[in-house]
């Protein structure tokens, strides 16, 4: 993984430069030292080099993210596993309250988002096999680089490329995972195949994944408790298929297509066992079956490119895609489900389903201004349309009415080089005009039920940044930078909530959208076998959202937030031949008024912000042969609230990685949780705390044998 330290929001076309600065690369790797031009930060949305821009970005390459999904699974768990300021993950199939700089990432592929904005229904980490990225770039802060959403952060995962050479060429997968207990019940598998080829100036990748994933285990060898609700990643199967078509015209312009259907489905072969909260007795499983449809996500995307890296002397992009998901919940019989009309008795059993379709385009054109070459301008236009509702599967209910968003963003930023580059001011501006529109609707009987007459409420707002970037010594470079981001409140929520009587949804206040801001100081050092980074940043935004737990639903409130947080990141290539060491470290604080005060004074919850942390790590390599061991210690963290129950404790997680490359491929073993740590999970508890149903234990240790091969 590298560490990149780059400027201010540019709200520019689809790719970037930047230098790293984190975790030295494996034997093999690129050098980012050799030359800080080579690596490019599509999600950036610019062609300037790294030097140019005051923002903090990660970036994870392949053979980074192969060896952390190797370890833990997922791309989720992998980017949560290397970056301090991203929370501990939950290990189920939900996100909700994984957040980064305390507040909710927006995930994208290849630029494209993956959230639904008007219902966040939190699968958006789950949309694509890791087998088809190529590398995962990590903008940190509320921005507005890929529109509405990402408020904490942007996560971009980059599918893989064309081949290089003419013919064919294969990449191929298969693994077996096992618990440390190796129960036959808690076996997994994994396989995969990327086929590549290359004709002149056209090529293709075509490929499909399959995993099937056992029970989890705890690091005292007991089940852990299944997410019946929300879903769960143990017991289930995925399937994936991904194609990416490109043609290189003779202008230098390249065409490319993309298409991606992702599909997880839990198998339901077990159902929870409560535990017990005031005794440590965490939930658990056992073999049962579960009525309803089992919980799934299905995710298909189809997107077409065009980029044109010299027209008009300048870079022209543009960009259109279509992408639809449809997440089932588990079900249950619960109140807010009931409905006398229906069954009486008031044992009517349902389940949810967030069904959602978005239709997209974006179109930039960046380049220097003639006779004045240190301006660099860009201009742009994103434009967004998404189609949401959630329903109850076995009634077919609306729980949340169909609501159509729409948003359309100009925007022109400019870079302007000073003293022969070692000065540079960044800024610019994006304008959002968004429009939600929601017909007449009744919510279920549980909220009343209430006729609610429809809308089209509309917000507009400019959003501004700007920075500057000092670099007074060689290997130094200091930058300050200010950013705003925008989104809207989980819609779905607020609208499936109303029980009083004659809203009307033009006139219903908590409609209205977050506008979060970034401040930010920055250090990078980068000279000789030493790399260092500092930052300190400031978010707030004046009338925030954040989820609160009302009658066993998640319900959005409006409230000011204030957050503020300091990071920082070493790394040291050692006198040892292949040896490098590294670490990270965060710190977060979060706070907001929830009693209405006027005075930001109560810290926010487990479920809005992530525990202090620091990570540790040793990479090895020579010749054939490369070794990782990484350890992840969670802080403590007391809440100022009234009860001691939600105070998280902490714990840490040692991994560990080793591979040999052959001529035939690279053998590899991953062990999870090495030390086999029995620990509650941060969102089990801090989180619901008088809940013991959901009260999980974390996974113990895991061993997963891999081999990769490509030819």
């Known amino acids: 993984m590298y560490r990149y330290f780059v400027g201010a929001l540019a709200l520019a076309p689809l790719s970037t430069i930047a230098v790293a600065?984190?975790?030295?690369?494996?034997?093999?790797?690129?050098?980012?030292?050799d030359d800080q031009s080579t690596i490019v930060v599509t999600a950036a949305r610019t062609q300037l080099p790294a030097s140019a821009l005051p923002l903090t970005v990660d970036i994870i390459d392949r053979e980074a993210l192969e060896r952390q999904v190797q370890i833990s699974g997922s791309t989720v768990d992998a980017v949560s596993a290397l970056l301090p300021s991203f929370s501990p993950t939950r290990e189920k199939l939900t996100g909700a309250g994984e957040s980064l700089r305390g507040r909710a990432p927006l995930y994208a592929i290849n630029g494209i988002p993956q959230s639904t904005p008007v219902?966040?229904?939190?699968?958006?980490?789950?949309?694509?096999?890791?087998?088809?990225?190529d590398r995962v770039e990590v903008i940190y802060g509320s921005n507005a680089l890929q529109g509405i959403g990402a408020t904490g952060g942007v996560v971009n995962q980059v599918t893989v490329g064309a081949p290089r050479e003419d013919g064919v060429s294969f990449r191929t997968l298969s693994q077996v995972t096992l618990p440390t207990?190796?129960?036959?019940?808690?076996?997994?598998?994994?396989?995969?195949?990327?086929?590549?080829?290359?004709?002149?100036?056209?090529?293709?990748?075509?490929g499909a994944t399959y995993e099937k994933r056992g029970a989890f285990f705890d690091g005292n060898d007991n089940r852990i408790g299944v997410d019946g609700t929300q879903g769960d990643i143990q017991d289930s199967d995925s399937w994936s298929v991904f194609a990416r078509l490109g043609y290189d015209l003779a202008t230098g312009a390249r065409l490319e297509v993309v298409a991606n259907r992702f599909e997880l489905q839990g198998n339901a072969n077990y159902v929870s066992v409560p535990g017990d909260r005031s005794a440590g007795v965490p939930a658990s499983s056992i073999r049962g079956m579960t009525p309803g449809d089992p919980p799934s996500n299905k995710a298909e995307l189809l997107s077409a490119s065009l980029v044109d890296p010299d027209f008009g002397g300048g870079t022209f992009v543009l960009q259109g895609f279509y992408s639809r998901t449809n997440d089932v919940y588990g079900g249950g019989v619960f109140g807010t489900f009931q409905d006398p009309a229906i069954d009486p008795t008031g044992n009517l059993f349902d389940q949810s389903a967030n069904r959602s379709r978005k239709l997209g385009g974006k179109v930039s054109y960046e380049r220097a201004v003639p006779g004045f070459d240190d301006l660099v301008l860009t201009a742009g236009l994103d434009a967004l349309f998404d189609r949401t509702e959630q329903v109850l599967v076995q009634t077919d209910r609306a729980w949340v009415p169909q609501t159509d968003f729409r948003s359309l963003a100009p925007f022109l930023q400019g870079n302007l080089a000073l003293a022969d580059g070692l000065v540079r001011l960044a800024g610019g501006l994006r304008f959002e005009n968004v429009q939600l529109k929601v017909d007449n609707f009744t919510t279920l009987a549980s909220y009343g039920p209430v006729s609610v007459t429809g809308g089209s409420p509309s917000f507009e707002d400019v959003l501004w940044n700007g920075g500057v970037i000092v670099k007074p010594i060689d290997g130094l470079r200091a930058y300050g930078s200010y950013a705003e981001g925008f989104t809207i409140a989980d819609v779905g929520r607020i609208l499936r909530g109303i029980s009083q009587p004659n809203i009307d949804v033009d006139d219903y206040l908590s409609l209205e959208p977050v506008v979060s801001n970034n401040r930010e100081l920055g250090l990078e050092w980068d000279r000789g076998a030493l790399k260092a980074s500092a930052s300190y940043?400031?978010?707030?935004?004046?009338?925030?959202?954040?989820?609160?737990?009302?009658?066993?639903?998640?319900?959005?409130?409006r409230q000011p937030i204030e957050i503020e947080g300091f990071e920082a990141s070493l790394s040291w290539q050692t006198?040892?031949?292949?040896?490098?060491?590294?670490?990270?470290?965060?710190n977060l604080k979060g706070q907001t008024d929830g009693d209405g005060d006027g005075l930001i004074d109560e810290d926010l919850d487990g479920a809005n912000i992530s525990p202090d942390r620091i990570n540790l790590a040793a990479d090895y390599s020579a010749g054939r042969f490369s070794a990782r061991a990484q350890a992840r210690m969670y802080l403590e963290r007391e809440f100022n609230d009234a009860s001691t129950a939600t105070d998280f404790e902490g714990y840490t997680l040692v991994d560990a990685f080793i591979s040999y490359r052959t001529d035939f491929g690279e053998i590899s073993l991953a062990a999870q949780n090495l030390t086999n740590e029995f620990f509650i999970t941060y969102d089990s508890d801090t989180v619901r705390v008088t809940d013991?149903?959901?009260?999980?234990?974390?996974?113990?240790?895991t061993f997963t044998l891999s081999l990769r091969s490509e030819f």
């Open 575 to 586: 006198p040892v031949p292949g040896l490098a060491l590294s670490g990270g470290y965060a």
């Open 21 to 33: 600065q984190d975790i030295a690369p494996a034997d093999g790797a690129p050098s980012d030292a």
């Open 537 to 557: 940043f400031w978010s707030s935004s004046e009338f925030g959202s954040i989820l609160v737990l009302r009658n066993d639903v998640f319900e959005v409130e």
């Open 692 to 701: 013991s149903s959901r009260f999980f234990s974390g996974r113990g240790r």
């Open 181 to 206: 207990n190796f129960e036959g019940e808690g076996i997994g598998a994994k396989t995969g195949a990327l086929v590549g080829y290359r004709a002149g100036p056209f090529d293709a990748s075509i």
């Open 119 to 133: 219902r966040d229904g939190s699968r958006d980490g789950y949309t694509i096999d890791p087998f088809f990225i």
